[in-house]
């Protein structure tokens, strides 16, 4: 079982950027899928990017595609999402998530979840 924490929410203006990161421990993430969701009170977790074990693919929610991008860096077992253009309905709390089915945008495929990052977008 791998263990995930995220950092780098904040609060910032609409039109900027942050870039979430997503640490593991306990295990090597080479051999998981990551994913990033999203969850604001009252709403479901929402699926925001997927990428592969190696990088190679990723799939993007509609809501951030062009905006958002996710990576890995698997020799610093980490994960980012760089968020740019952010808008007020970018606000919720990130979910960090670790899969072995591979490649996945649903949620019920991802065994290890982090404790999410705030992030918060003025108008």
């Known amino acids: 079982q791998v263990q995930l924490v995220e950092s780098g929410g904040g609060l910032v203006q609409t039109g900027g950027s942050l870039r979430l990161s997503c640490a593991a421990s306990?295990?090597?993430?080479?051999?998981?899928?990551m994913g990033w969701f999203r969850q604001a009170p009252g709403k479901e977790r929402e699926f925001v990017a997927t990428?592969?074990?190696?990088?190679?693919?990723?799939r993007y929610a509609d809501s951030v595609k062009g905006r958002f991008t996710i990576s890995r860096d698997n020799a610093k077992n980490t994960v980012y999402l760089q968020m740019n253009s952010l808008k007020p309905t970018d606000t919720s709390r990130y979910y960090c998530?670790?899969?072995?089915?591979?490649?996945?945008?649903?949620?019920?495929?991802?065994?290890?979840w982090g404790q999410g990052t705030q992030v918060t977008v003025s108008s």
């Open positions: 998530a670790a899969s072995t089915y591979g490649f996945s945008a649903d949620p019920t495929t991802f065994v290890s």
């Open positions: 306990g295990r090597s993430l080479s051999t998981y899928g």
């Open positions: 990428i592969s074990w190696n990088g190679a693919s990723t």
